[in-house]
C-alpha cells in the first residue's frame, strides 16, 4: 500500500532529543553503564501533597468531562498566580489550561498564525517551535545568536528580522537549550520593539522559577498596557512542580486570543485531564517549600559541571542562570553536533544532545537534572573523549 502522507506531517523533523534518549535508553536496558545528559525534566517527585490532591479526586469520582479549557477553580488559581508573582491581572476566561506547555505553545501559534505569516524564532530554540510554526503553515524566521551575547537576541537583530508579515516573536525567557537568560531591561526593549512594529510575542515562562546567582526575571507583559495587550504567556506544571507526566500547562492572553484557543482546544484535545486538574490547583495553591530544595541542589550541580567543562580542552561553557541546562561550545574539536555526540555516546557512554536539534551546530546541551554523582562520571567521561580528539 503506498500511503500518502500529509504534506503538514511530512515536512516535519523528527525530535532529536528523543532519538538520542531512545537510543541511549537502549544501551541501558541492554546492560551498558550509560550516563545521560539529556533529560528534559527534573530528576524530583512531583511533591506529595499535590499527588495526594489528585488521588483524592479520583477517589471522589471526578473522572468526567470538565470545561475544555479548564476547571473554574484553576484557572482561578492561574490568575491569581499572575496576580500575586508577576503583578498581571487577567480573568479567568483569558487563561485555557492545556495538556502540557507544549500543547499550550501549539495552540497558540495555531489561533495567531496562518500561511503567509512569519514567525521570528531566535536560536538555539526549543526545537518544537519552528515545527508548530510550520505546521500552521506559516515560515519560521530564526534569528542566530551566539555565546558571545550570552544567546540573547538584540532589539536591533529583532528589528532587522521584523517584516509586513511578521505576525509572532517567541521569547523563551530563562530559555531552553541555553539557561540563558533576559533581564527586565534587555526584556522590556525587545518587547518595545514589538509593540512599535504590531508584532505579537508569545512568552514562554515555563522555566521562571528557575533562576540562579540572584538573577530575576520579568514578564514581557508586565512593562506597560501595551506590552500586555502584545504578549501571551505559555507556561507549565512540568518544570517547578516536576510534573511532566501530568500534561498539564496553561496561556494567559487577551480575551479575543483565549477564545480562540478555547475553540481549538475545544475540537481537539477537549479538556485536560480531571483529577490532575486538582493536582494542579494543588500546586498552585498549596506549599513551594520544595522549590528552594530543588533550587539549591541544581545550583551545585550547575556550578560544579560548568567548572567542569571550562577545564576540558576543546570545551568553553558560559554560565547559564536559569532552567536546568548548559551549552558548552564545541567548535575548538573541529566536530559538529551530530558527530560528537554519536561518538561521545559509542566511545565512553555518554547521552548528550547535539546542538543541531536547537538551531546551534557548534553546541551540545547538556541537562543537570540528574544526580551529581552521574555528573561527575559523566564529565570525566567526556574529559577523555575530548582528549582524544585534540
Ligand atoms: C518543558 C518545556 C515546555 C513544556 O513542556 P510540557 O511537558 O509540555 O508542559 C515548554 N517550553 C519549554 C521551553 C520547555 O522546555
Redesign the pocket.
Known amino acids: 500500500m503506498n500511503y500518502q502522507i500529509s504534506q503538514r506531517a511530512a515536512s516535519l523533523s523528527p525530535s532529536l532529543t528523543l532519538a538520542i534518549d531512545s537510543k541511549a535508553k537502549a544501551m541501558k536496558a541492554a546492560g551498558e553503564d550509560v550516563v545521560g545528559f539529556g533529560a528534559?525534566?527534573p530528576d524530583f517527585d512531583t511533591p506529595q501533597h499535590i499527588k495526594d490532591a489528585a488521588a483524592r479526586a479520583l477517589a471522589a469520582g471526578f473522572t468526567k468531562y470538565t470545561p475544555a479549557a479548564g476547571i473554574p477553580e484553576l484557572r482561578q488559581a492561574i490568575a491569581d498566580k499572575h496576580q500575586r508573582e508577576n503583578g498581571l491581572t487577567y480573568k479567568p476566561s483569558e487563561i485555557i489550561v492545556s495538556?502540557?506547555?507544549?500543547?499550550?505553545?501549539y495552540n497558540v501559534i495555531f489561533a495567531t498564525c496562518q500561511a503567509g505569516d512569519e514567525v521570528i524564532i531566535p536560536a538555539p530554540y526549543?526545537l518544537?517551535?519552528p515545527e508548530m510554526a510550520k505546521l500552521a503553515g506559516a515560515t519560521p524566521v530564526i534569528v542566530e545568536t551566539t555565546d558571545q551575547t550570552e544567546f540573547k537576541l538584540t532589539p536591533e537583530q529583532l528589528r532587522a528580522a521584523i517584516t509586513p508579515r511578521t505576525r509572532l516573536l517567541v521569547l523563551?525567557s530563562p530559555?531552553?537549550?541555553t539557561g540563558s537568560v533576559y533581564t527586565p531591561e534587555e526584556t522590556k526593549a525587545l518587547g518595545a520593539v514589538c509593540v512599535e512594529k504590531s508584532v505579537l510575542i508569545m512568552s514562554?515562562e515555563?522555566?521562571e522559577h528557575l533562576l540562579y546567582d540572584g538573577a530575576t526575571v520579568q514578564s514581557v507583559a508586565s512593562f506597560s498596557p501595551a506590552h500586555f495587550e502584545h504578549t501571551i504567556i505559555?507556561h507549565?506544571?512540568?518544570?517547578a512542580w516536576s510534573?511532566?507526566?501530568w500534561?498539564?500547562?496553561w496561556c494567559a492572553a487577551p480575551e479575543p486570543i483565549a477564545k480562540a484557543i478555547d475553540a481549538i482546544q475545544s475540537h481537539s484535545t477537549s479538556n485536560p485531564t480531571s483529577f490532575a486538574q486538582k493536582g494542579a490547583v494543588a500546586a498552585l495553591t498549596g506549599p513551594q517549600d520544595h522549590l528552594p530544595l530543588w533550587l539549591a541542589e541544581f545550583a551545585k550541580r550547575r556550578t560544579y559541571a560548568w567548572q567542569k567543562l571550562n577545564s576540558i580542552p576543546g570545551l568553553t561553557c558560559v554560565n547559564a542562570k536559569g532552567?536546568f541546562y548548559l551549552f558548552p561550545n564545541i567548535s575548538r574539536t573541529g566536530l559538529k553536533s551530530t558527530e560528537f555526540c554519536a561518538k561521545l555516546l559509542e566511545q565512553e557512554k555518554v547521552a548528550a544532545v547535539p546542538g543541531i536539534a536547537f538551531g546551534a551546530d557548534d553546541y551540545i546541551r547538556l541537562s543537570y537534572a540528574t544526580s551529581l554523582a552521574n555528573i561527575e562520571k559523566g564529565l570525566e567521561r567526556i574529559e577523555r573523549f575530548c582528549r582524544g580528539l585534540l
Not at 495538556?99 to 505553545?105: D, L, P, S, V
Not at 507549565?236 to 518544570?239: E, L, P, T, V, W
Request: charge should be positive; hydrophobic fraction near 30%.
Open positions: 528534559g525534566e495538556c502540557g506547555g507544549k500543547h499550550a505553545c526549543w518544537s517551535y523563551n530559555s531552553n537549550p514562554d515555563i522555566y505559555v507549565g506544571f512540568a518544570k510534573m511532566t507526566g500534561r498539564l500547562g532552567a
